[in-house]
T-cell receptor, first 120, second 112 residues
Framework: AQTVTQSQPEMSVQEAETVTLSCTYDTSESDYYLFWYKQPPSRQMILVIR??????QNATENRFSVNFQKAAKSFSLKISDSQLGDAAMYFC?????????????????FGQGTILTVHP | KAGVTQTPRYLIKTRGQQVTLSCSPISGHRSVSWYQQTPGQGLQFLFEYFSETQRNKGNFPGRFSGRQFSNSRSEMNVSTLELGDSALYLC???????????FGSGTRLTVV
């Protein structure tokens, strides 16, 4: 079974600065997907960024980027130019790349989450 | 384009009762998954449906069940509620692709 570990229960950052959230995972699979989700107080989980394991290039989405180290099974999230609206709980998640009948499916396995506080 | 809609948003039930939660996925999404979120256990996978078939099930007792209708809407049912079932229940839908799921805002269930 896959496991996802987020070792930082809480992190804080000053507005406009950069912060990195850590995530490690354990799997015996070679093909999978990794995600970072954000959960603000509104409770809705919002997809921040996605990484396919077969891609060596690190994914980026505007101020958000990842450092994907497949051999080390590490998947950290860097938030640049932090904004007050970035304050939320962040979850790292793993999904197997299971294919059946041309469709891809698979449950998400989540880490325990990191609460990010942004100070003005 | 409407997002994933979960109803109701809040629910208070008494131990021993049963409850049904509803999830309407994004139009065109045929895969629906359910997750339970608690402070102690975090986010745990309940089950996944695709085209009305349960394709995957998490490690939950048989009191937890679900189904998916032909229009992809899904319901989950919890029978004989226990205090420990108090949680935020999240539904997520996706296209048949490796892209991430889109989540609803959840149903907050409190069992008293």
């Amino acid at each position: 079974a896959q496991t996802v570990t987020q070792s930082q229960p809480e992190m804080s950052v000053q507005e406009a600065e950069t912060v990195t959230l850590s995530c490690t995972y354990d799997t015996s699979e070679s093909d999978y997907y990794l995600f970072w989700y954000k959960q603000p107080p509104s409770r809705q989980m919002i997809l921040v960024i996605r990484q396919e394991a077969y891609k060596q290039q690190n994914a980026t989405e505007n101020r958000f980027s990842v450092n994907f180290q497949k051999a080390a099974k590490s998947f950290s999230l860097k938030i640049s130019d932090s904004q007050l609206g970035d304050a939320a709980m962040y979850f790292c998640a793993y999904r197997s790349a299971v294919h059946a009948g041309g469709t891809s499916y698979g449950k998400l396995t989540f880490g325990q989450g990191t609460i990010l506080t942004v100070h003005p | 384009k409407a997002g994933v809609t979960q109803t109701p948003r809040y629910l208070i039930k008494t131990r021993g009762q049963q409850v049904t939660l509803s999830c309407s996925p994004i139009s065109g999404h045929r895969s629906v998954s359910w997750y339970q979120q608690t402070p102690g256990q975090g986010l745990q996978f309940l089950f996944e449906y695709f085209s009305e078939t349960q394709r995957n099930k998490g490690n939950f007792p048989g009191r937890f069940s679900g189904r998916q209708f032909s229009n992809s809407r899904s319901e989950m049912n919890v029978s004989t509620l226990e205090l420990g079932d108090s949680a935020l229940y999240l539904c997520a839908s996706s296209l048949p692709s490796p892209y991430g799921y889109t989540f609803g805002s959840g149903t907050r269930l409190t069992v008293v």
